[in-house]
């Protein structure tokens, strides 16, 4: 058998906030992590996406950094590379769980034999996993967290290096202002994502204008222009359009409840339990909605739209092919220029995907 997987850490209850460390003592070759959290529903009145479960996921070696982002910039990272959710059944009824579902992945791919974690070629692998229940899902009063390992088994593979992704800069927006970021340039690039997530706005409302360039414009890559036009533009490739089904307790009284999508959303009102239900909500912006129906009754949204959690990536070259991407070593400086919108409001958090060769 080529493949395998390993279990870490087998369902075990996180029902107190914390952080979570577990140990990596595997030997084999490793693809990814896939790492799951439930919460169950006391109530069905959204408190928050799921994702919020999950603050944060750092893969360490002692000090050394080798991931660092939260549940809500890897489920966008998934999403930017397979254009799906790992896991789209959002349940905010009450005694159902909160499922958030993410893959920390290491290659281009699952199972990229170029491109993948040799825990060999560290001391002390140790993943953490920073949890609240209370933070997503329908105020849940318990929580469950698991996490697994995709190793490669009885086939021999040599990567060459593996995929590091990482929050590098957050900073607080202020309207129509301009700010000036430092790109990491210790490692090449894969690509750069941009997310700002804000109730009732969408992320071109935040960040206006995007500029991206090298050596004080020596060469300029992004020339000032819209994000809106770049979510666009840079399209299936790495901001795909993609569906989330979403079930909830409607009723007749209006309540605001919580979507992925936060670009371009469409959303349709399929009810299941026999009630006929006119669906009277509202559009969709900054990752949330207004519900309402005719009638009390159980049902699943359907959303069909792009940027996930507000997020933005930003191909530096060829995907698949990694001669091709931005050799930031190579570069005396690399800078981001971002100008936000009249209306810009919250908080701004910066992610890059980087190349680390063995």
């Known amino acids: 058998m080529n493949y395998r997987l390993a279990t ?4 075990e209850t996180a029902t107190t906030a914390g952080t979570k460390t577990v140990d990596i003592s595997l030997s084999e070759i490793i693809s990814a992590f896939s790492i799951q959290f439930r919460g169950l529903n006391n109530g069905s009145t959204p408190t928050a996406s799921p994702a919020k479960m999950v603050s944060k996921i750092e893969l360490v070696d002692g000090s050394d950094v080798l991931a660092a982002v939260s549940g809500l910039e890897l489920e966008a990272i998934n999403i930017s590379e397979d254009g799906k959710l790992k896991y789209s059944g959002r349940n905010f009824i009450d005694d159902n769980y909160s499922i958030i579902a993410m893959e920390l992945r290491f290659g ?13 070629q560290f001391k002390n692998l140790q993943l953490k996993i920073t949890h609240n229940k209370a ?10 967290l698991s996490v697994l390992a995709h190793v490669f088994d009885e086939k021999t593979v040599s990567p060459r290096g593996f995929l590091v992704n990482k929050e590098f800069f957050t900073y607080t927006l202020v309207a129509t202002g301009h700010k000036y970021i430092d790109i990491p340039t210790d490692l090449p690039i894969r690509k750069i994502g941009i997310k700002t997530l804000y109730t009732g706005l969408q992320p071109w409302q935040n960040v206006n204008k995007v500029k991206l360039y090298t050596d004080e414009q020596k060469k300029v890559i992004i020339n000032d222009l819209r994000l809106s036009d770049l979510l666009r533009t840079y399209a299936d490739e790495v901001n795909p359009y993609f569906l ?3 079930r909830l307790s409607n009723s007749d009284t209006a309540f605001t409840c919580y979507c992925t999508p936060t670009f371009d959303t469409k959303l349709v009102w399929a009810p299941i339990l026999g009630t006929d239900s006119g669906y009277m909500g509202l559009a969709s912006y900054g990752g949330t909605f207004t519900a309402d129906c005719s009638a009390a009754t159980e049902g699943d949204i359907i959303v069909r739209g792009k940027a996930p959690h507000g997020a933005f990536f930003i191909p530096m070259g060829k995907q698949d092919d ?21 209306s810009a409001v919250g908080t701004v958090e910066l992610i890059v995907q980087q190349l680390r060769s063995y």
Do not use: M, Y
């Not at 870490?8 to 369902?11: E, G, I, Q, Y």
């Not at 281009?108 to 060999?120: I, V």
């Open 135 to 144: 933070s997503g899902g329908s105020a849940p009063d318990a929580g469950e």
């Open 322 to 342: 990694i001669e091709d991407w931005f050799n930031a070593p190579s570069v005396g400086s690399a800078k981001l220029d971002l100008t936000a919108g009249g």
């Open 8 to 11: 870490l850490l087998d369902r």
């Open 244 to 246: 989330e089904t979403i």
């Open 108 to 120: 281009r791919q699952l199972w990229d034999e170029q491109l993948a974690l040799d825990p060999n």
